[in-house]
């Protein structure tokens, strides 16, 4: 078999093996005819005579070796190649519209394979969850606490390791330059639940784990090499993180990455079994299931472990253990993958989809261009019929051109793909999870050979449905003289046509609805004023350095005193935490209102808590509502005071006004707050989020949350200037923070206008997208409405000609060709409204302050539409009323 | 004897003779089957050639370039060991259909009545 396989290929020299033997046969014939004794002439005659007919020998001999359907195939191919080779202009643009078309939907594909479809770079990663939690009467999902995590470890039935991790700031000194690095803490379970080795090195050990342990690290493979240049004898030293020498036990492997997290340090929790307590909602956790194991029995599994953990550990001081009880959490265990992935499944989806429409349009484009090309060689087609081709052998050929351009377009498309992958990579949306793993994989390759396959069977169809069985007759007789074009053979183009206008005007509402979504967004009040003058940096002031709160506040307030003497600097503050940081959700909690009763099991609103430095308000630009911003003073001395958005302050007490002189505090433990101010609403969840409700505090504080005295040694600097963003204003920012304390690094600066861009990312990705795959779709569908019109217009070149001749006015024969076109666009416009209106409802979710109906939008695109369909209408139609009456008679 | 031979017998044939003559080019099993046959089995070229082919295909014979007695490059055909079986049992086939046919031939079956 694989020889005659092979024999489709080596035609060549398998003929030539053969007639090397019949030569050879000849010649010994030649011999015995000579030794009988006939004359050399007279032998050679006689030997031919008994060899019989080479020709019919070769042939018989050639179609054992080859296997006939193959070697069809070979032939149609190269009859393809040589017909396509024959009209490189057609050819070119066929193969560069779909180049485009597949090239755009392959790279597409790539993003949703590498984002949404490929396992998480673990082993075995779909047995791996993540283990969040539900509370009665909150939609919010709350992530794990110690009390929990310690009671699922040991009680669990369906688990193969459960962990906790969190992720934050931590300082790394004593080394030539102080540096704030993205620190990883993990109970001992997480890396071998996630079944990561690391690459030099030990894992952490429950002991490593365990309090009072001496203090361990592990780096990552980046951390390693930018910081250490991949010195393998750092394992084995210490790394003084946080003011702590901690022994360097390992090296992560170069491909970890956890969860899509930059993560540069990883040490262990050594959580304290015996200091736990109900409550602290606040560690993500993740598990592994055991084999066989099904999502349904490990949530029933923790279902019921929750009574076991609410009974096993003691309340938090001035809490009551009835309290927890009233309202127990309820496990919401979801595959790892998810968490990782979030929401941008429907906006990749939609993007998929309206790439899928473009690539519709292309076909379509394509097969109106071959069914032209087609229609050019009928007469060669015919007589080839008439001569025997059989109807399979002329449908074979065409359908070979047609899969073979498909062919060159994938080939050139994946290139563009490539092309294009790196401008996602490198222009994507930052909040695009898991770009790192997005590559042309072989499922990419797989997928994109499919789809060039069907979109060459689909656009090869029609040609062949129409001219693979040519009526002989009409077509030799057509190939003559015609004065107009036949309605029949018009029919095809222009439903094609049609079908593109309707494709184009749901990608143009779709790119138009994203367009006013972008547009809502921008009007939306962020709550700050011009974002792009306000710079936003970390300062991390060790804890170890500067163990006691007030020092580390006296610091701070060092530190904005240097830097409100920066030059340009209007106004500067802190905070704990930036507006828009996507650290700020999922740790809201509950605030407590004075006089305000929950019956038991009545859910309590969660509010986001902020801590921060007076002056914060006026450099960001939000507005005071009512009463006044905080002092110094309240800060040093400990004041009771708070200040509330306008919407906490409206939920709670009606109005702004009517919040000041309220009282609320954190937690049964703690002493009142009197509400001092009420400021703007800002957007802290994005701009297509409500704002939420938020309680702001002093960045120093006794008796919060049952804390002695709360401080916030890592802070983000809010400095507005106009100079924010630029490298001599942040060099001069480092030289202010370093005359305070040498050792403390600037971390994660960035202008709030980044952090404003970036969570509008997801929103303008997708606009772009969609706007190439409209406007593609636009020039696309005017090309066809050109080229259906044009035709028209050379076909009755003739019939222009007598009836100009007649006396027609050019206005009366241009309107006519102007109308035909509009005819087309019309109904193409008709099917593509009633098709968007369907089509976009997918999209209702990515859309902000606009329906998947908004009338504008519609009538806008359908006007654009309508326009371009006009103009590509009016060329041909000019041409056809310029017609020189003579001239076209004569051609004609 | 007919010129057409049955598929069957002519690759038996031609792996007899291989076997009895041990490696040959094609003209010269073209001869042999010739002269065994006594000059009633002149073989078409274009019969020869596929079958030897087809022979090749189905792993019973290979072939090697070589040089003939008078100093020319031809193609030497010999048998494989997958080939000495085929013979077995080609053979025995054959047998039992010569056997079956002599039966009719020499004592046509009868209608009973």
Known sequence: MVRRLLGVFRRRRLDRELAG????????????????GLSPDAARRAARLDIGGVAQVTEEYRDRQR????????????????????????????????????????????????????????????????????????????????????????????????????????????????????????????????????????????????????????????????????????????????????????????????????VDVIAPFQLDRSQVTLGRYVFPSLARLRAGVTLAEASADITRMVPLA?????????????????????????????????????????????????LLIACANVANLLLVRTEARQRELAIRAALGASRARIAGELLAESVLLALIGAALGLWLAHQALQAVRAFGPENLPRIGEITIDPLVLLFTLVLSLLSGILFGLLPILRYANPKLAIALRTGGRTMSDSPDRHRARALLVTIQVAIALVLLVSSGLMLRTFQALSHVDP?????????????????????????ATRMQQDILSRLSAVPGVVSAAFADIAPLDPANGGSDTVLFVDGRTYAPGQARP??????????????????????????????????????????????????????????????????????????????????????????????????????????????????????AGTEGFLHDLQAAVRAVNSNLPVAEARTLHDAYEKSMAGTSFTLVLLAMAGGMGLLLGAIGIYGVIAYVVSQRAGEIGVRLALGAQPGQVRRQFVREGLMLTAAGVAAGLVAAAVLTRVMSSLLFGTSSLDPLTYSLTTLVLILVALAAAYLPARRASRNDPVEALRAG | MAKQVLQGTLDLMVLRTLETMGPQHGFGLAKRILQVSQGLLDLNQGTLYPALLRLEQRGWIKWRWATSDNNRRAKMYELTARGRKQIAREAASWERTVSVMDRFLRHPARSEK
């Open chain 1, 310 to 358: 609410l009974a096993r550990f003691p309340p938090p001081p001035g809490y009551t253990r009835d309290r927890f009880a009233a309202r127990p959490v309820t496990p919401r265990l979801m595959p790892l993958k998810d968490t990782v992935v979030g929401g941008v499944g429907g906006m990749l989806w939609v993007v998929m989809g309206a790439l899928a429409l473009l």
């Open chain 1, 606 to 723: 969660l509010r986001r808590f902020e801590f921060i430095s007076p002056r914060l308000f006026q450099t960001l630009g939000t507005p005071i509502v009512a009463g006044r911003d905080l002092a110094w003073a309240d800060l040093y001395d400990k004041r009771l005071v708070a200040l509330v958005s306008e919407n906490l302050a409206r939920d709670e007490w009606q109005s702004a006004a009517a919040a000041l002189g309220k009282r609320v505090r954190a937690s049964p433990a703690d002493p009142w707050r009197e509400v001092v101010g009420v400021v703007g609403n800002v957007h802290d969840n994005g701009m297509h989020l409500d704002a939420p409700r938020i309680a702001y505090f002093p960045s120093l504080m006794d008796r919060f949350w049952g804390t002695p005295t709360l401080s916030f040694q890592s802070a983000t600097f809010v400095i507005r200037s106009s100079r």
């Open chain 1, 67 to 262: 296997i006939p359907l193959l070697d069809t195939a070979w032939r149609n191919l190269r009859f393809a190649i040589r017909s396509l080779a024959r009209t490189p202009g057609v050819t070119a643009a066929v193969a560069i519209t779909l180049a485009l078309g597949i090239g755009a939907n392959a790279a597409i594909f790539a993003v949703v394979n590498g984002v949404l479809l490929k396992p998480l770079p673990f082993p075995d990663a779909d047995a791996l969850v993540a283990v969040n939690h539900g509370m009665t009467g909150t939609a919010d999902e709350l992530p794990s606490a110690p009390y929990l995590y310690f009671t699922y470890r040991e009680e669990n039935r369906t688990l193969d390791g459960i962990g906790l991790w969190r992720i934050r700031a931590a300082n790394i000194t004593g080394r030539d330059r102080p540096e704030q690095v993205r620190a990883l803490y993990v109970t001992s379970e997480i890396l071998p639940v996630l079944g990561i080795n690391p690459l030099l090195g030990r894992r952490f050990s429950q002991q490593d784990d365990s309090p009072n342990a001496p203090p361990t690290v592990l780096l990552t493979y980046g951390y390693w090499q930018r910081r250490f240049g991949g010195d393998p004898s750092i394992v084995g030293g210490t790394l003084v993180v946080d003011g702590r020498a901690q022994d360097v036990i390992g090296i992560m492997p170069r491909g970890f990455s956890f969860l899509d997290n930059q």
């Open chain 1, 527 to 551: 709550g700050f004023v011009r974002p792009e003058e306000v710079q936003l940096a970390r300062i991390t002031i060790p804890f170890g350095d500067v163990p006691e709160p007030e020092r």
């Open chain 1, 21 to 36: 033997e019949l030569e050879f046969h000849l010649e010994q014939l030649e011999a015995e005819h000579r030794a009988r």
